[in-house]
């Protein structure tokens, strides 16, 4: 769990002070950018978010894998 949160928090990282040169790479519209720099911070804060659920995810399919 402790590599989960520290590869979850470099994610986050890079999303937090990267994201807007990411969104300036995929695109030049300007009302897109708009768009995508509003929900940046919950980008940025999903892997924090989401990681125990993908970890749990993996123990308990490989429980499963196991038993079946």
């Given amino acids: 769990m402790f590599w ?3 590869g979850a928090a470099g994610f986050s ?3 937090w ?4 040169w990411i969104i ?3 695109t030049d519209q300007t009302m897109v950018r708009t768009a995508a720099m509003q929900y940046l911070p919950w980008a ?3 892997p924090l978010a989401s990681v ?4 749990l995810d993996g123990v308990f399919i490989g ?3 196991r038993t079946s």
């Fill in 52 to 55: 125990a659920g993908f970890q």
């Fill in 4 to 6: 989960s949160l520290i």
């Fill in 24 to 26: 300036g790479m995929l």
């Fill in 17 to 20: 002070f990267g994201g807007g």
């Fill in 63 to 65: 429980r499963r894998a």
């Fill in 44 to 46: 940025a804060i999903s």
């Fill in 13 to 15: 990282i890079v999303y």
